[in-house]
């Protein structure tokens, strides 16, 4: 076995990118929000070890997880910094959340109960934040309610559980003007208001990356960036991140063919002169969406060309005509950037008809994931 992870095909990580873009949305919010980056889906499929050792010298409150066993995970690996998990949680996992000191977000009663149960069994005490839902609609208790359900809470609250935080979460803080943002906002306001306690008693947060930026002003005590963090940019007319990722892979047969060749399933592609083709060891196995057959590029030697014919699960074919000296063992670079030239993460999605996030967390675990400081690897 090859013992170099740059043999077939990789994720580059560049880490200190992943900790100036926190730092750029702290310089945005304010020093006193307190920073709970997201690390869920394994720091969106870049390797939520690395990402913390990158993001504690930051000094941030918390991390953002979305399950328990990612919380699990932060606990393993040492992170002994308060830890959200954001989903609803399945009822099988309050045991873990209870027994790992995660702090879950509860959207219903019955929820507030199974964690008391959870706490109760356990014997310690646990704290949790509540969610309100301001339009969202996948969890959440309702922004209406507050006055009511909030008397519920604190009743089944107290003893062992604490309830130390409230938030909301903004569908539409990527598209342009922010309008939602500041209807949403206005909605959890009315809902804290309504709650009854003195807001001071709570934590309060919003933010994803994406209102962070464009409305840094809603901020308040708290935002909870990931996308950006991570390269990715966070919507419309919003600042560029650093670029974090790049995605490449190895030449492992180069060959010249003549009119009228053909390339992978489906013979989509028939090459139109005589051509060379390069044949690239990455593939949808490997998280390269299929969907850029016949549509997307890559780089090689810092120039652009095109994918030819489908994308099979290990391996991509590029037209790599009128770039001299490419042979096997070559790299290709099909997210991120190569001498001048650059593929950029969002064009990749856009042509997959998809978003940034769902390209890096579909990058599978056959990439190795290589960090790199400022130097090199
Ligand atoms: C994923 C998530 C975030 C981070 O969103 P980005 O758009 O990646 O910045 C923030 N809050 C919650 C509740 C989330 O689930």
């Given at each position: 076995m090859s013992t170099d992870p740059r043999s077939r095909a990789w994720v580059e990580v560049r880490a200190p990118a992943i900790r100036r873009n926190l730092q750029t949305v702290r310089d945005r919010v304010g020093?006193?929000?307190?920073?709970?980056?997201?690390?869920?889906?394994?720091?969106?499929?870049?390797?939520?070890?690395?990402?913390?050792?990158?993001?504690?010298?930051?000094?941030?409150?918390g991390y953002g997880v979305a399950t328990a066993e990612e919380g699990r995970k932060l606990r393993e690996i040492g992170v002994s910094r308060p830890v959200l998990v954001f989903s609803p949680l399945p009822p099988g996992e309050y045991g873990i959340v209870v027994r790992e000191r995660l702090i879950p977000c509860l959207s219903e009663l019955g929820a507030v109960q199974r964690l008391r149960q959870a706490a109760e069994e356990v014997g310690v005490s646990v704290s949790f934040h509540v969610e309100v839902d301001t339009g969202m609609g996948r969890a959440g208790f309702d922004w209406r309610g507050a006055s009511s359900w909030a008397e519920r809470v604190r009743e089944l609250s107290g003893g062992q559980l604490a309830w130390t935080g409230l938030f909301t979460h903004f569908h539409s803080a990527d598209e342009m003007g922010g309008a939602t943002v500041v209807g949403q906002w206005e909605r959890f306001q009315e809902a804290v208001r309504n709650v009854g306690a003195p807001a001071a008693d709570f934590m309060l947060h919003a933010c994803n990356s994406a209102a962070a930026l464009r409305l840094p002003e809603v901020a308040a005590g708290g935002v909870r960036p990931g996308i950006f963090l991570y390269g990715?940019?966070?919507?419309?007319?919003?600042?560029?991140?650093?670029?974090?990722?790049?995605?490449?892979?190895?030449?492992?047969?180069?060959?010249?063919?003549?009119?009228?060749?053909?390339?992978?399933?489906?013979?989509?592609?028939?090459?139109?002169?005589?051509?060379?083709?390069?044949?690239?060891?990455i593939g949808y196995g490997d998280g390269l969406p299929r969907a850029l057959g016949n549509r997307g590029t890559a780089l090689v030697r810092g120039q652009e060309v095109p994918i030819v014919g489908r994308i099979s699960m290990d391996m991509t074919v590029v037209d790599i005509t009128g770039v001299e000296g490419v042979e096997t063992g070559e790299v290709v670079t099909f997210i991120g950037t190569d001498g001048g030239a650059a593929i950029r993460l969002e064009r990749v999605a856009e042509l997959a008809s998809t978003i940034n996030y769902e390209i890096l967390t579909g990058l599978t675990p056959r990439l190795p994931r290589i960090w790199s400081d400022d130097h090199g690897y």
């Open positions: 020093g006193d929000a307190a920073l709970i980056p997201m690390v869920k889906a394994n720091a969106y499929g870049l390797g939520v070890e690395r990402a913390v050792e990158v993001l504690e010298p930051v000094g941030p409150w990715g940019v966070a919507g419309q007319d919003l600042p560029d991140p650093e670029p974090v990722v790049s995605v490449r892979a190895r030449v492992v047969l180069v060959k010249d063919v003549e009119v009228g060749a053909t390339v992978g399933y489906g013979a989509t592609h028939r090459a139109a002169g005589a051509r060379r083709w390069a044949t690239v060891a």
